[in-house]
């Protein structure tokens, strides 16, 4: 039984090129066919490249797959398994969390008319924060900090967030500052520890959908609304105010949307 290289390619969606490559190498041994030297395979090449697909579509590396095949022993197979197990379960765990930002930004979209602007009670869990006094000290800090810059990195499971001191809720004039935020179910997918981060248990919260467009939002207002709220349900804030971010996007009349969730930690007055 011999095939040619073209009719191997077409059977597993295979370049020519990635056949070659394959063959550089060690994983097939076709035969040169007469003088012509065209490459010809047989039948234990199409299991070799169905375990080759095989091993690539579960994660393995190439160079593992060379591992695989070079007379690996049984236990140090079983410890690669252990570690291509360990890193899928890893990749499930942060595709898993980036589908629950998915959701959430679709559902904001459809639940926008019915929640902007009015605060609810919600249990959003723990948050994890870098803060600074600005966006242009967090980018000052940018280049010397590696969790930072981590961080940056991995939208959408972080985003930026406004921080707003609690005493504003008391008329006070606010002060803001800035950061880098994650929520403690993505600090676990992403691996990431969080000590030296800032706390935020938002267990038990009040949160209100709020609209920046074009960079611009009424700050009091929202300020207002949730002082209000708290004072009406007997509630007082815990800790400060931070935002996390929902959606952004550039309107049919080409205004830039965006569209956040400011957090109140709360408990009874």
């Known amino acids: 039984m011999k095939i040619s290289i073209g009719t191997l390619s077409k059977a597993f969606d295979l370049s020519d090129e990635a056949l070659r490559f394959y063959e550089k190498k060690g994983l097939l041994r076709p035969h040169r066919e007469g003088g012509s030297g065209y490459r010809v395979f047989e039948r234990a090449d199409i299991q070799r490249i169905a375990n080759v697909k095989r091993l690539k579509n579960q994660g393995f590396t190439l160079d593992e797959i060379q591992t695989v095949y070079s007379c690996i022993g049984k236990d140090a197979l079983e410890t690669l398994y252990a570690q291509k197990l360990e890193q899928a379960r890893q990749e499930i765990a942060y595709r898993e969390r980036v589908l629950a930002h998915m959701q959430a930004a679709w559902k ?34 940018l280049p010397h900090e590696p969790v930072l810059k981590r961080l940056f990195r991995q939208l959408p499971l972080t985003g930026y967030t406004t921080i707003i001191k609690k005493e504003a809720l008391a008329g006070e004039a606010y002060r803001i500052s800035k950061g880098v935020l994650l929520h403690e179910s993505d600090a676990l997918a992403l691996g990431v520890d969080a000590q030296g981060f800032r706390r935020m248990d938002a267990g038990r919260a009040v949160g209100c959908l709020f609209c920046v467009e074009n960079g611009r939002f009424d700050v009091c207002e929202l300020l207002d609304t949730l002082a209000a709220y708290l004072r009406e349900k007997g509630l007082r804030a815990t800790d400060d105010l931070f935002t996390v971010q929902q959606i952004s996007f550039v309107n049919e009349h080409g205004d830039a949307m965006h569209y956040s969730s400011m957090m109140v930690p709360i408990t009874e007055k």
């Open 108 to 141: 904001t979209l459809r639940e926008e008319p019915d929640r902007l602007l009015l605060p609810q009670e919600l249990n959003p869990g723990v948050f994890y924060m870098l803060e600074y006094p600005s966006i242009e000290a967090m980018w000052e800090r």
